[in-house]
């Protein structure tokens, strides 16, 4: 490249592109245009039907913009009011179990990456064989029932969730790129192991603890397999995902029964209220993402550029 070419880009000057670049600039915005497009109308149509009137989408399917609209899905799902302390409690899941995931997760990946730790490659092969192999249903859920007792327990749906052989392996990746060098620098400036992972390390990790984090926080918020197992009818208020399921099978179950053949099919609101549960489940995780996308992007591309 010329210096005169480098002074313009210093200085903050357009630079001119050719025709090729042109090309294929234009045609990278038309493809991520349309790929964006495709994945936007789903959920608008997701939105729209929810607010639909069942009638309509029986006689002319699903609709981008409704032509009647009704809010008898949302009505009938948050009619009894349990779907509010639902909401509650699933927050709560979310925030206690990412919280206490991120922070075992990122303890656990800085000591398997410690060159000084003498058991770090037995425990990381115990870690990946147990990602590899189950000992299926029926023994994990006598382990949780009997010998943990935790039926009926909102415990049986944190912990499972808190540690991931896959997030650990993952954690462990992201700590192998901070040079060992900053550990052995807080050694001998007289620091514990405690003082050098809390004020050195996680400092430097805010992009893996955000790419991680968001994907425990997901998990714990779309978490419905837990509360199906351990969960029974005793249990007042349950996590969101599974009181949504459970009123989806209750609107089929009106439809199919006796009482049902009385009531016009019209008036059952059974599709638009899949959408609405739907509406209910994404909207609030995806306000998490913007929050934590700067870090996400950064932390899911580190390593791929070596300075």
């Known amino acids: 490249m010329a210096k005169q070419d480098i002074d313009l880009i210093d200085s903050g000057a357009k630079v001119k592109l050719g025709k090729s670049d042109m090309a294929i600039r234009g045609f990278g915005y038309v493809f991520i245009s349309f790929y964006a ?141 901070i040079p060992h060098e900053i550990t052995e620098s807080g050694k001998i400036d007289g620091a514990g192991d405690i003082k050098i992972f809390t004020a050195l390390i996680l400092p430097m990790l805010k992009p893996a603890l955000a790419t991680i984090g968001l994907f425990l926080a997901l998990g714990y918020w779309n978490e419905w397999y837990q509360s199906s197992l351990f969960l029974s009818s005793k249990v007042a208020v349950k996590p969101l995902q599974y009181t949504l399921y459970e009123i989806v099978n209750k609107t089929d179950a009106l ?36 929050f934590v996308q700067k870090y996400f992007i950064s932390g899911i591309t580190v390593g791929a550029v070596k300075g």
């Open 37 to 177: 497009l495709c994945c936007i109308i789903p959920f608008i149509i997701i939105i729209s039907t929810s607010f639909t009137s069942e009638a309509v989408i029986r006689a002319e399917g699903v609709q981008i913009i409704p032509k009647a609209i009704s809010l008898e899905a949302y009505a009938m799902v948050t009619k009894s009011g349990g779907i509010w302390k639902s909401y509650i409690l699933t927050i709560l899941i979310t925030v206690f179990g990412t919280g206490i995931g991120l922070f075992i997760i990122s303890m656990t990946g800085y000591a398997l990456q410690r060159k000084d730790f003498p058991f770090r490659n037995a425990i990381s092969f115990y870690i990946y064989f147990t990602s590899l192999f189950s000992a299926g249903l029926a023994p994990y859920y006598l382990l949780m029932t009997q010998t943990y007792k935790l039926k009926d327990s909102y415990l049986a749906v944190l912990l499972p969730l808190l540690m991931s052989p896959w997030l650990i392996i993952l954690m462990k990746n992201f700590v192998k790129a």
């Open 255 to 290: 439809k199919n029964s006796v009482a049902g053949q009385f009531i016009n099919l019209a008036d059952i609101p059974q599709e638009s209220v899949k959408m609405a549960n739907a509406v209910l489940a994404t909207g609030p995780i995806i306000l998490l993402y913007p």
